[in-house]
C-alpha cells in the first residue's frame, strides 16, 4: 500500500512538468514507476491518481510517504484533487427509442429528387446535374457565377472575371442552381464537398454507358453517382468522357479574382482545387433539409432557445450548441478558452496563465462572446447539478446519436448530439473526427494546481456512463453548450 501511493504521488507530480522532488521520488520507486508514469498522458490515469491520493489522505495514510512534496506543493496538489472529489460522480446511461422521425432518406424539391447521405450539416445531395434528366447525364457547363451557356468560355465575356467576389450559394443572380431549380436548392460550398469527401467512400465506377465517381456514405450508406462531364475552354469540349469538372460556390480571391473553388476526377482520384472562372464546369445542386425536429422549449433569450428542467439553482439550458440553430447539430468546435474555430493543433487557446473559470467572460467563454451576456459557458458543477437532477438516455434525433437529459423534477428534457472532437488528428478544414461516435463538452472549469495549468474539466459520455474528467486545453476541441439564467 505504501509503495501504491509513492507511486500515485509521482504520477501526479509529473502530470506536468518534472522538478526536483518529483525526479528523486521517481528514483526511489524504481522502474516500475517510471513505466506507470510513461502512461500519464491518458485522462483516466490522472483522475484515477487523484482519487487515490484523496482516498489515502482521508484515511491518515498519505503521511507514510518519506519523500512527500513540500507544504506548498502538497497543498496545491490537494487542492486539485478536492475540486475533483467535488465532480467525481458517474451517471448510469440507459437507451431509448427514437424520439423524432427524421423523414425519408430519399425525396424531391420542385420535381428534382435528392438523397439524405446522413451529412453532420444535414445537406441533401440531388441525383442529377443542372440540365440532365438521369444521374448519367453531365448536363451543361457554366463559368462560374453565370446563369446561362455560351457558345465561346473566354475570360473576357465571363461576367464575374477579375470581380471580388461573396460566396454565391443561393444567390439566383449568380447561382445557376437556385436559379434553375428555384428556392431551396443551391451550389455546394467548398465546405459542403469536403463535407462530403470526409463522410463518404468514392470509387470510380460506369453507370448507364458513362464513366464518373460514386460517392457512398459512410453513415448510412445510401450513394450519389457524379457522371464524367469534361469542361469547355473556348469552344473545345475535353475529356467528356473520362474526368469530371464542377464548380463550388465559393471564390477563389489570391488570384486577382479570377478563380473559384472546383471538384475534378478522373479514373485515379478526385480532389477539390481552384479553375479559372472562365471555363465551362457542370453543376451538382444541393439542398438543406426542412423537417421541424425541435424539441420543445420555455423561451428566448437574445434568439436562442432554452429549456427550463427546474434545476434547484433555476439555471436554464439552451437547446443547442454555439454556432447551431438546430438541435442535432453540432455547431463549433472549440478548444478550451478560444473563440474560434478549431483548425490545427496551432489555434488559439487559454494558456497556463487563466487559473480561473472562464465562465461568462467574453474573452474567453464562446457562448457569452457569440451570444450575448446572457448567456455563458456552463461550469463542471453546472453539469454535476444536470448529473444529480436528470436520467441520461442514448437515443437519435433523425439520424444524430446523442444523449436526451431528462429532468426528474419535471420531465422536460435537452439532447445533446455526440458531436465528436477535433485533435492533432484533424485536417486543416476543421472537420471533426467520430461524429455520432465520441460526446463531449467543455465546461468553463480549469484544472487546479501547478502541476494541471493546461488542463480544464469537460463533459463526456461512454458506453453506459456519464462523467467529468479533465484534458488538456490546447490539444482538443470539443462543442459548447450554453445555459442562462
Not at 143 to 155: D, F, H, I, N, P
Not at 266 to 280: F, L, P, V
Not at 362 to 368: E, G, I, L, R
Request: proline share 4%; with cysteine; net charge neutral.
Amino acid at each position: 500500500m505504501k509503495k501504491y501511493i509513492l507511486t500515485t504521488l509521482a504520477l501526479i507530480l509529473t502530470a506536468g512538468t518534472f522538478d526536483a522532488s518529483a525526479q528523486s521520488l521517481l528514483k526511489k520507486l524504481g522502474q516500475q514507476a517510471l513505466k506507470e508514469v510513461g502512461t500519464r498522458v491518458e485522462n483516466h490515469v490522472k483522475t484515477e491518481a487523484q482519487k487515490a491520493v484523496s482516498n489515502a489522505k482521508s484515511k491518515g495514510k498519505a503521511s507514510e510517504a518519506p519523500d512527500a512534496p513540500k507544504a506548498s506543493q502538497s497543498n496545491v496538489t490537494h487542492v486539485a484533487a478536492d475540486i475533483y472529489d467535488q465532480i467525481n460522480k458517474r451517471v448510469e446511461i440507459g437507451t431509448t427509442e427514437t424520439m423524432v422521425e427524421y423523414g425519408a432518406e430519399t425525396g424531391s424539391l420542385n420535381g428534382h429528387e435528392w438523397v439524405d447521405l446522413g451529412l453532420p450539416s444535414g445537406t441533401r445531395w440531388a441525383t442529377c446535374n443542372v440540365d440532365s434528366n438521369s444521374p448519367e447525364q453531365p448536363g451543361k457547363h457554366y463559368s462560374w457565377g453565370e446563369v446561362a451557356t455560351k457558345t465561346t468560355y473566354l475570360s473576357d465575356n465571363t461576367k464575374t472575371y477579375g470581380k471580388a467576389m461573396d460566396d454565391i450559394s443561393g444567390n439566383q443572380a449568380y447561382d445557376v442552381a437556385a436559379q434553375k431549380w428555384g428556392n431551396g436548392w443551391r451550389m455546394p460550398s467548398e465546405e459542403d464537398m469536403k463535407e462530403l469527401l470526409r463522410y463518404s467512400d468514392d470509387r470510380y465506377v460506369q453507370k448507364g454507358g458513362r464513366w464518373g465517381r460514386e460517392f457512398t456514405s459512410h453513415i448510412n450508406q445510401k450513394s450519389i453517382f457524379l457522371p464524367a462531364t469534361g469542361s469547355k475552354e473556348g469552344t473545345r469540349l475535353s475529356e467528356a468522357n473520362g474526368c469530371g469538372l464542377y464548380w463550388l460556390s465559393t471564390p477563389h480571391t489570391s488570384d486577382f479574382n479570377n478563380g473559384a473553388h472546383m471538384y475534378t476526377f478522373g479514373a485515379a482520384e478526385g480532389y477539390a482545387t481552384i479553375g479559372d472562372r472562365a471555363s465551362g464546369f457542370a453543376i451538382r445542386p444541393i439542398t438543406n433539409y426542412d423537417v421541424n425536429i425541435d424539441i420543445p422549449f420555455d423561451g428566448e433569450t437574445n434568439g436562442h432557445k432554452w429549456v427550463d428542467l427546474g434545476l434547484p439553482s433555476g439555471l436554464k439550458w439552451a437547446t443547442c450548441n454555439v454556432g447551431s440553430h438546430a438541435v442535432d447539430q453540432n455547431g463549433i468546435h472549440y478548444k478550451w478558452g478560444s473563440l474560434v474555430k478549431f483548425h490545427s493543433s496551432s489555434s488559439p487557446y487559454a494558456k497556463s496563465d487563466v487559473q480561473k473559470d472562464i465562465s461568462g467572460d467574453a474573452n474567453y467563454d464562446a457562448a457569452t462572446a457569440m451570444w450575448g451576456d446572457a448567456w455563458r459557458m456552463p461550469s463542471a458543477f453546472d453539469f454535476l447539478e444536470l448529473m444529480e437532477n436528470c436520467t441520461f438516455e442514448w437515443t437519435h434525433i433523425g439520424r444524430r446519436k446523442g444523449l436526451k437529459v431528462t429532468s426528474k423534477i419535471n420531465g422536460k428534457y435537452i439532447f445533446l448530439p455526440a458531436s465528436g472532437q477535433c485533435n492533432y488528428t484533424t485536417d486543416a478544414d476543421g472537420i471533426p473526427n467520430d461524429i455520432n461516435k465520441k460526446l463531449a463538452y467543455w465546461t468553463s472549469t480549469p484544472m487546479s494546481g501547478w502541476q494541471n495549468t493546461y488542463d480544464a474539466y469537460y463533459f463526456t459520455a461512454f458506453n453506459t456512463e456519464a462523467f467529468i474528467t479533465s484534458a488538456m486545453r490546447h490539444q482538443y476541441g470539443w462543442c459548447i453548450r450554453p445555459v442562462t439564467k
